[in-house]
């Protein structure tokens, strides 16, 4: 469903809605399959969601569609909800964060895809040649690899740091995570894959 449908399910939905119920309580009557609640925590939090999609992929009308991906599958998985695990505004921006960057991975000629490889990797050259391309394409597998090795928070973490460019107080914020815990992740995670990345053949060096 792109984003612009989901606008016109949330409008179509508004005259019901209770725009000052708080978002938790939007998400468990979601999962009643309220659909007036899909509208009111549309309007509360759609911004933010936007935001970090826009940040993150850097195209407006691709952040838009994001947007309504992330409250589509919201509907969908409203039951799964755990408000112990993080607030409903961090629960949305991690679809977010997770939509913008399976659509950066999509995008094989983004120029953003190559931000984790800064661990050390060389930067193309403007018209590199069949064995440099090669070699880039090797080095991005090991990467992609090192990183499936890292904890899912770990991973995240970094991601959001190298894909999205957030700093360490947006990404605690993104998370529902503490500051100290955020950069504590990082920085353990950057120590296991620079590890990976050097025994694999000296990338990280």
Not at 54 to 75: H, K, M, N, S, Y
Not at 193 to 204: H, M, N, Q, S, V
């Amino acid at each position: 469903m792109k984003g612009t449908n989901l606008v016109g399910f949330a409008e179509a939905a508004r005259v019901t809605t209770t725009p000052d119920a708080e978002p938790a309580d939007l998400i468990a009557r979601c999962a009643r399959g309220d659909q007036a609640a899909l509208a009111s925590l549309y309007d509360a939090t759609a911004a933010q969601v936007n935001g970090l999609a826009l940040r993150i992929v850097g195209d407006r009308d691709t952040a838009e569609e994001i947007t309504g991906d992330v409250f589509l599958q919201a509907w969908r998985s409203a039951a799964s909800y755990d408000p112990s695990r993080g607030s409903p505004v961090a629960w949305l921006l991690t679809i977010a964060r997770s939509r913008a960057i399976d659509r950066l991975r999509a995008g094989a000629g983004d120029r953003r895809q190559l931000a984790p490889f800064e661990l050390g990797l060389k930067a193309a050259a403007a018209e590199p040649g069949p064995e440099e391309v090669s070699s880039l394409v090797q080095r991005s597998r090991f990467v992609r690899s090192a990183l499936e090795r890292l904890s899912r928070e770990q991973r995240e973490a970094i991601e959001l740091a190298f894909f999205a460019g957030l700093s360490h107080n947006e990404i605690a914020d993104t998370l529902g995570a503490p500051l100290g815990t955020v950069k504590t992740r990082i920085r353990l995670g950057m120590g296991r894959l620079r590890d990976t990345l050097l025994a694999r053949g000296g990338f990280a060096s």
